[in-house]
């Protein structure tokens, strides 16, 4: 069955650094989503992503973010300088069509992030 | 008011036991509306969509009632393997909005 995949799975950083989550998509997936989980806390929603450019984004999206799709496949998350804050697991997610259309969302296993 | 706002439980039901699981949302707009699973530390997974019709799969059985923009689950004769938090997810609410929205879950535990 295919799935997301996410690298690396741990990701431990010093505050300031830039750092950039990586997520390999379904391959037939249209629409890419990056969502946060800070632990014990519900899931948030960081940015959807769709057709090379950014669809949606949430007021924690901000300019500290950024995403890209270098290739056909990857689909990255970049924090330019972290704070302790960002510590939390992220999640990428995929669909085929549109969520508001019901299509669902696939999840990747998730990169924790440690900002210390 | 919270986007999606659910009891936080934890709900700790014997096996076998029927548990019903409530959720409510503030965007009248939400078109979609799901159930997901999450395992501890793990990524949620797709339980079942949720249709306004009610919809069952199995032991679970999901409904809406976008009048009081309620959404429930129930499950019956549950297993172990049903212990896991419980996510109520809406989508934003246009036909542009893919984002997803997210409770903060529900946890059960199924004893023996």
Not at chain 1, 2 to 12: M, N
Not at chain 1, 27 to 40: A, E, K, T, V
Not at chain 1, 44 to 60: G, H, P, R
Not at chain 2, 75 to 100: E, P, Q
Request: hydrophobic share 30%; with cysteine.
């Amino acid at each position: 069955e295919p799935e997301v995949t996410q690298t690396p799975s741990h990701q431990v950083t010093q505050m300031g650094q830039e750092v950039i989550l990586r997520c390999v998509p379904i391959s037939n997936h249209l629409y890419f989503y990056w969502y946060r989980q800070i632990l014990g806390q519900k899931v948030e929603f960081l940015v959807s992503f769709y057709n090379n450019e950014i669809s949606e984004k949430s007021e924690i999206f901000d300019d500290q973010f950024s995403v890209e799709r270098p290739d056909g496949s990857n689909f990255t998350l970049k924090i330019r300088s972290t704070k302790l804050e960002d510590s939390a697991m992220y999640f990428c997610a995929s669909s085929e069509s549109r969520t508001a259309l019901g299509d669902e969302q696939f999840f990747g296993p998730g990169t924790r992030l440690t900002v210390l | 008011r919270k986007e999606v706002e659910q009891d936080p439980g934890p709900f700790n039901v014997p096996e076998g036991a029927t548990v019903a699981f409530n959720c409510t949302y503030s965007n009248s707009a939400s078109q979609s509306f799901f159930w997901y699973r999450q395992d501890c530390r793990k990524e949620p997974k797709l339980l079942m969509s949720v249709y306004s019709s009610g919809n069952e799969d199995g032991r679970f059985t999901a409904q809406l009632n976008r009048a009081s923009q309620y959404i429930s689950l129930l499950i019956r004769d549950s297993k172990l393997s049903d212990s896991a938090t419980y996510l109520c997810v809406v989508n934003g609410g246009t036909y542009n909005n893919n984002d997803m929205r997210f409770g903060a879950g529900t946890r059960l535990t199924v004893k023996p």
